[in-house]
């Protein structure tokens, strides 16, 4: 799908890969929506950028709430509103939604507590739903659209002390897996990215070494190029990828039996 005179969703735009779409995407001619906790983030790096084609509006939102997703549909639709005449007021008009917030730490099996599992399913699980949920009715109605979600390879197994992210990680996996079959018939295409590691303030707090580490702009690159082009999954970097669907396909005691004698800080 083209960007071009597109409007687009964009969720987690204040660091990182999000940053990097924004940046990106902000030299194309279209309708670009930014939303995260800390806009300010997103109006220091956008005030730096020059020859800025696309219509922008940055709005806050918290995905894991409701609410806080509820309340910013509404301000995007009275924003498409007064810049689209003859819109209905129910209608959002968004072409293309990349749900791309999403939060991971370390846990220490001693620090093992239900509040880390609700902050990492909120935002990584939750706040896919709560946007799909808002962007559904309206993209079946009309029969077009784009969702993309933005999981992890690690969400083939479970590793020590990331068990919340990982699981929240196939969870989204399986999520947008099942909509995207659900809503073929509707022409409504559902992608599911899924990167390697990746630079990013997030991964920073990370203290193991991390192969393959990229640079957020070229995985913003990847998962735009794969969005142009519809693929329903892109999965980067290959060698990453291929270990993921080797332990994926591993038995359990086989996979186990390497993971307790890799020594996880």
Same mark, same amino acid.
């Given at each position: 799908?083209?960007?071009?005179?597109?409007?687009?969703?964009?969720?987690?735009?204040?660091?990182?890969?999000?940053?990097?779409?924004?940046?990106?995407?902000?030299?194309?001619?279209?309708?670009?929506?930014?939303?995260?906790?800390?806009?300010?983030?997103?109006?220091?790096?956008?005030?730096?950028?020059?020859?800025?084609?696309?219509?922008?509006?940055?709005?806050?939102?918290?995905?894991?709430?409701?609410?806080?997703?509820?309340?910013?549909?509404?301000?995007?639709? %009275? @924003?498409? $509103?007064? &810049?689209?005449?003859?819109?209905? *007021?129910?209608?959002?008009?968004? =072409? +293309?939604?990349?749900?791309?917030?999403?939060?991971?730490?370390?846990?220490?099996?001693?620090?093992?507590?239900?509040?880390?599992?609700?902050?990492?399913?909120?935002?990584?699980?939750?706040?896919?739903?709560?946007?799909?949920?808002?962007?559904?009715?309206?993209?079946?109605?009309?029969?077009?659209?784009?969702?993309?979600?933005?999981?992890?390879?690690?969400?083939?197994?479970?590793?020590?002390?990331?068990?919340?992210?990982?699981?929240?990680?196939?969870?989204?996996?399986?999520?947008?897996?099942?909509?995207?079959?659900?809503?073929?018939?509707?022409?409504?295409?559902?992608?599911?990215?899924?990167?390697?590691?990746?630079?990013?303030?997030?991964? %920073? @707090?990370? $203290?193991? &070494?991390?192969?393959?580490?990229? *640079?957020?702009?070229?995985?913003? =690159? +990847?998962?735009?190029?794969?969005?142009?082009?519809?693929?329903?999954?892109?999965?980067?970097?290959?060698?990453?990828?291929?270990?993921?669907?080797?332990?994926?396909?591993?038995?359990?005691?086989?996979?186990?039996?390497?993971?307790?004698?890799?020594?996880?800080?």
């Amino acid at each position: 799908m083209e960007f071009e005179n597109k409007t687009i969703l964009l969720t987690g735009a204040s660091t990182g890969i999000g940053e990097e779409i924004a940046k990106k995407l902000a030299m194309i001619n279209c309708r670009l929506i930014l939303l995260a906790r800390r806009t300010n983030l997103i109006e220091e790096y956008l005030s730096e950028l020059n020859n800025i084609r696309a219509d922008i509006d940055v709005i806050q939102c918290d995905v894991a709430k409701k609410d806080s997703v509820y309340e910013s549909m509404i301000k995007i639709r %009275s @924003k498409i $509103k007064s &810049k689209i005449q003859g819109m209905s *007021k129910n209608k959002n008009n968004i =072409d +293309i939604a990349i749900l791309n917030a999403g939060i991971s730490y370390r846990t220490d099996i001693t620090e093992f507590n239900s509040k880390h599992a609700e902050e990492i399913f909120g935002v990584n699980v939750m706040g896919i739903i709560y946007w799909v949920e808002q962007l559904l009715p309206e993209m079946m109605e009309r029969k077009n659209g784009m969702i993309v979600g933005v999981s992890s390879l690690a969400d083939s197994r479970g590793h020590a002390k990331s068990e919340f992210y990982c699981a929240s990680k196939a969870a989204a996996t399986k999520i947008l897996e099942g909509l995207r079959v659900e809503l073929h018939s509707y022409n409504i295409k559902v992608v599911t990215v899924k990167p390697g590691f990746v630079e990013t303030p997030m991964t %920073s @707090k990370n $203290k193991f &070494k991390m192969p393959l580490l990229m *640079k957020p702009e070229k995985a913003a =690159d +990847i998962i735009l190029r794969g969005i142009e082009k519809e693929k329903p999954v892109i999965a980067f970097p290959m060698p990453i990828v291929f270990a993921s669907w080797l332990g994926g396909i591993l038995p359990s005691r086989v996979y186990e039996f390497f993971a307790k004698r890799v020594k996880v800080r």
